[in-house]
């Protein structure tokens, strides 16, 4: 009490006394900006960047209240300023990142302005003023270097060829009003043709993914056996769209094999082939379905998947209560999470898809016959499961299993 009556002439204290709360402040903050500033107003990929920057920022403005540092010389956290470089490369509206900026700013200013009012005092409405005037100037300062900063790489990105290619894309999948023959002859692709999408994507980071993608596009390119050059585009930070003119691309089998024996860390998902503009947007959209599901599956879902072979599952819908109440209601008390249950579900979804031989899905898994006929068993005795009727039903919800597994452990 002492201390802050001694130091009430100035700030100062009020950033001391900050220190402590930083790490709350941040926590919550963090969580506020994610539900007044939805991802995917931002995209899912840069939410470990934008909490990192929201702490440098709020780390920065206790380090200037506690060493009476003037906030009109103050300059950007870097990861701030990275951050601010990033989302102008992805062409996130920079209204976005000042909103942010101001959701900080008044909590900050809020917890400091109860510090004040924490400590009884002739001198408490000249203390607010001052932190008003400082949050004003703070923010102002803050503002105008991450404006120039965001529209100084903003300018940098779009006078880049790639970025040009990247806005031509952009028109062509989602604009019907575009010039086709001008994105053509900038793209150096014809759109009057047959498409094969792909989205491929690194489980690394850094430079190792730069290195992983280059490599797995190059693969691709021999692998799709396609009739020209094909065309590339950023899909993400660690991801790429690539567009083949349709040849006769080998099984999903054989080029999983060629990636595997590469060993690249990346995953791929293929949709259909489309022809002409419609189906340039058509494959594309169907190949980003794919890589949704992929991802939803996790890390036991397959290194390639082609659109076509889980479709069904790539156009559910993502209402989870709906995915749960299905699941649960075919496979009562097997779908649950755990390595017996899961098992026994992959057992019964090889057994149903070859036509219930026993023998055919001891070879696919590789066990004994009396194994299989085991697992079974147990899947229609204890679980009271019937596998010689319409399975239509027992099918999906296995796949639904499989490719959502945060079903298993969603209560319904």
Known sequence: MDVRVTAYGSLVWVGQALGPRVDAITDELIQVTEQMIPLNDVAADLAEMRAASIAENIAAVQYVLANNIDPATVGPPPGAAAYAQRLARRGVPLTILLRAYGLGQYRVLDAAIGLVLAVPGPDQPARIAELLEFAGTYLDRLNSSMGRIYEAERDRWLSSRQAARQQWITRLLDNDDVDVSAAEEVLGYRLDQRHHAVEVWSTVTGADAVRALEQARQLLSSAMRAGGRELVAASGDRALCLWFPAGEPGPVQELTAQLEAAGLPVRVALGPVGDGLPGFRRSARSAARAKTLVVSAGETAPAVVHYDTIAPF???????????DLVHRVLGPLARDGAKAKLLRNTLAVFLAEG??????????????????????????????????????????????RWYPHVLTRTI
Do not use: K, M, W
Not at 367 to 391: M, P, W
């Open 314 to 324: 790539a156009l559910l819908s993502d209402d989870p209560d709906e995915l749960t």
């Open 356 to 401: 219930a031989s026993y023998s055919r899905t001891a070879r696919v898994l590789d066990v004994h016959r009396n194994t299989v006929q085991y697992r079974i068993q147990q899947v229609t005795g204890r679980y009271g499961i019937a596998v010689d009727t319409d399975t239509f039903d027992l099918r999906f919800a296995l796949g639904i299993c």
